[in-house]
T-cell receptor
Framework: AQSVTQPDIHITVSEGASLELRCNYSYGATPYLFWYVQSPGQGLQLLLKYFSGDTLVQGIKGFEAEFKRSQSSFNLRKPSVHWSDAAEYFCAVGANTGNQFYFGTGTSLTVIP | DAGVTQSPTHLIKTRGQQVTLRCSPKSGHDTVSWYQQALGQGPQFIFQYYEEEERQRGNFPDRFSGHQFPNYSSELNVNALLLGDSALYLC???????????????FGSGTRLTVV
């Protein structure tokens, strides 16, 4: 069965510091992987996605993620966090039927000045 | 170009009542998916509609039903509301023939349902 685990429920970082959010997935074949961000009271905004090819993918807002098949991971990174990055971050895997996402439980990011 | 529009934004219902949530897909999209996001959780897939039919369904009881209209808009109906149905309900639209490799999902901002 497909599933996504985000081990960190909440992370606090200082503005300007680097960030890494962890994501582990369970999937039998090459996964379709996504990172979404959700600001309070808002829907989901796609940050980046991985389907195949280069395992380091670039997204919007300066985010990047690296796919590591050996570790079943797809961690999200940002070299310098801005206060506006405070939000909930969700990792997701696309079902092999192409019809649904499986989301993790999310990581809440707090940015302190 | 309008994105996905959901209505209402918020609503409060009493246990046992019925509720209808509405979703207008992004222009050019023909497929609508519904997700339930309970507080502190990730979104969970309810079902997907394409060509006015339910194509796939997640692990939700029959109290959850839906409909898609010829203009591709969709409704989510929940009968006999329970306190546990309180959640943010998200609608996502896409173009059916794209598949993951040509990703094109757009999410709405959701409807916040509170059951009291």
């Amino acid at each position: 069965a497909q599933s996504v685990t985000q081990p960190d429920i909440h992370i606090t970082v200082s503005e300007g510091a680097s960030l890494e959010l962890r994501c582990n997935y369970s999937y039998g074949a090459t996964p379709y992987l996504f990172w979404y961000v959700q600001s309070p009271g808002q829907g989901l905004q796609l940050l980046l996605k991985y389907f195949s090819g280069d395992t380091l993918v670039q997204g919007i807002k300066g985010f990047e993620a690296e796919f590591k098949r050996s570790q079943s991971s797809f961690n999200l990174r940002k070299p310098s966090v801005h206060w506006s990055d405070a939000a909930e971050y969700f990792c997701a895997v696309g079902a092999n039927t192409g019809n649904q996402f499986y989301f993790g439980t999310g990581t809440s990011l707090t940015v302190i000045p | 170009d309008a994105g996905v529009t959901q209505s209402p934004t918020h609503l409060i219902k009493t246990r046992g009542q019925q509720v209808t949530l509405r979703c207008s897909p992004k222009s050019g999209h023909d497929t609508v998916s519904w997700y339930q996001q309970a507080l502190g959780q990730g979104p969970q897939f309810i079902f997907q509609y394409y060509e006015e039919e339910e194509r796939q369904r997640g692990n939700f009881p029959d109290r959850f039903s839906g409909h898609q209209f010829p203009n591709y808009s969709s409704e989510l109906n929940v009968n006999a509301l329970l306190l546990g149905d309180s959640a943010l309900y998200l609608c996502a639209s896409s173009l059916e023939d794209r598949g993951w490799a040509n990703y094109g999902y757009t999410f709405g901002s959701g409807t916040r349902l509170t059951v009291v």
